[in-house]
Nanobody
Framework: QVQLVESGGGLVQAGDSLRLSCATS????????MAWFRQAPGKEREFVAT????????FYADSAKGRFTISRDNAKNTLYLQMNSLKLEDTAVYYC?????????????????WGQGTQVTVSS
């Protein structure tokens, strides 16, 4: 049993930055692979970034690489997504997810635990 709660979303202008957080509780956090997904209106949920429990391995979607940074603080049981140079197409509900695996994974079905999401809206 794992609970995840996202925060930090909001309304920003294109080119601005935003930092999302995902607080976890329940099962031990440190050994979970974590990820961020997002879902825009009328579209399917898509992978954004993932990080292993050690923090040594990360992987990003092409749309995020170079602009977004995923990180985690195991002592605080918290996952982060630093988003820079935001674009209109980044507008979506952002979800954090957890998987009890020892590698980075990008498939949605691999993740067992999900937060309720936080809205990010980018305006021109």
């Amino acid at each position: 049993q794992v609970q995840l709660v996202e925060s930090g979303g909001g309304l920003v202008q294109a080119g601005d930055s935003l930092r999302l957080s995902c607080a976890t509780s329940g099962r031990p956090f440190s050994r979970y692979t974590m990820a961020w997904f997002r879902q825009a209106p009328g579209k399917e949920r898509e992978f954004v970034a993932t990080i292993t429990w050690t923090g040594y391995s990360t992987f990003y979607a092409d749309s995020a690489k170079g602009r977004f940074t995923i990180s985690r603080d195991n002592a605080k049981n918290t996952l982060y997504l630093q988003m820079n140079s935001l674009k209109l197409e980044d507008t979506a509900v952002y979800y954090c997810a957890a998987a009890d695996v020892g590698r980075v994974v990008i498939q949605e079905y691999e993740y067992d635990y999900w937060g309720q999401g936080t809205q990010v809206t980018v305006s021109s």
